[in-house]
């Protein structure tokens, strides 16, 4: 909005002025607002600044890291220890264990790999893991095929989190929709330990220790 000189004068001096004494005033009043806008003027950009920097304290940006290599410390070789709920879900506690090996390739320069599973207890268990990283989401994919019946399950997703990698979806077991999480753990450069747990109990159920082989 435009303020009226005169007005703004008025108010300021409301009581009528001599002959002269009206210009001295408004003179003076004049030099004094310029001075107040040079001033005004001269410290904008700091304040600008401040609030900017205020704004930006307040509103802070933060972005996620990149998970592309999370899975290296698992490339090669590995001797696998499986402990196994015979029957998850019942209330059993009844355990089998099973020993083998696991071997972790590479794949897309770290943001896929390959893993085959094979061990032997009171059956025998032959498996294959595939992980795919999302750059966009920062987040894996995992899907896991059994030799039995040659198809992939749904697939887990999941990240790397406060020192491990933590994976959750959705699937069936025994014709009944449940939760899985799947936690890598304990994670150094000569072992790991892998963790499945069902949602209607989150005990787990599926416990998998590795160790590194020698080459």
Same mark, same amino acid.
């Given at each position: 909005?435009?303020?009226?000189?005169?007005? #703004?004068?008025?108010?300021? +001096?409301?009581?009528?002025?001599?002959?002269?004494?009206?210009? +001295?005033?408004?003179?003076?009043f004049? #030099?004094?607002?310029?001075?107040? &806008?040079?001033?005004?003027?001269? /410290?904008?950009?700091?304040?600008?600044?401040?609030?900017?920097?205020?704004?930006?304290?307040?509103?802070?940006?933060?972005?996620?890291?990149?998970?592309q290599?999370?899975?290296?410390?698992?490339?090669?070789?590995?001797?696998?220890?499986? @402990?196994?709920?015979?029957?998850?879900?019942?209330?059993?506690?009844?355990?089998?264990?099973?020993?083998?090996?696991?071997?972790?390739?590479?794949?897309?320069?770290?943001?896929a +790999?390959?893993?085959?599973?094979?061990?032997?207890?009171?059956?025998?268990?032959?498996? =294959?893991?595939? #992980?795919? /990283?999302?750059?966009?989401?920062?987040?894996?994919?995992?899907?896991?095929? +059994?030799?039995?019946?040659?198809?992939?399950t749904?697939? =887990?997703?999941?990240?790397?989190?406060?020192g491990? =990698?933590?994976?959750?979806?959705?699937?069936?077991?025994?014709?009944?929709?449940?939760? $899985?999480?799947?936690?890598?753990?304990?994670?150094?450069? &000569?072992s $790991? @330990? =892998?963790?499945?747990?069902?949602?209607?109990?989150?005990?787990?159920?599926?416990? &998998?220790?590795? &160790? #590194?082989?020698?080459?």
């Amino acid at each position: 909005m435009r303020v009226d000189p005169d007005t #703004r004068f008025g108010q300021l +001096n409301p009581h009528p002025a001599q002959e002269g004494e009206g210009c +001295n005033t408004y003179s003076k009043f004049g #030099r004094l607002g310029f001075s107040l &806008t040079l001033s005004l003027a001269s /410290y904008s950009p700091i304040l600008l600044a401040q609030t900017g920097d205020a704004k930006d304290a307040s509103h802070p940006t933060t972005q996620e890291p990149d998970g592309q290599h999370d899975f290296d410390f698992e490339f090669g070789k590995w001797k696998a220890h499986l @402990r196994r709920l015979q029957h998850p879900l019942t209330g059993s506690d009844t355990w089998v264990e099973y020993d083998g090996t696991s071997v972790v390739r590479k794949v897309w320069d770290g943001r896929a +790999n390959l893993g085959e599973f094979e061990v032997d207890g009171p059956t025998h268990i032959e498996g =294959l893991s595939l #992980r795919l /990283y999302n750059p966009e989401s920062h987040q894996w994919s995992i899907f896991w095929a +059994n030799s039995k019946d040659g198809s992939l399950t749904p697939p =887990l997703i999941g990240q790397f989190k406060n020192g491990r =990698l933590e994976f959750f979806n959705q699937d069936t077991f025994q014709k009944k929709s449940i939760f $899985v999480r799947f936690i890598f753990s304990d994670l150094t450069a &000569t072992s $790991v @330990r =892998l963790e499945q747990s069902f949602s209607a109990d989150g005990e787990p159920s599926w416990i &998998t220790t590795f &160790t #590194r082989q020698k080459p």
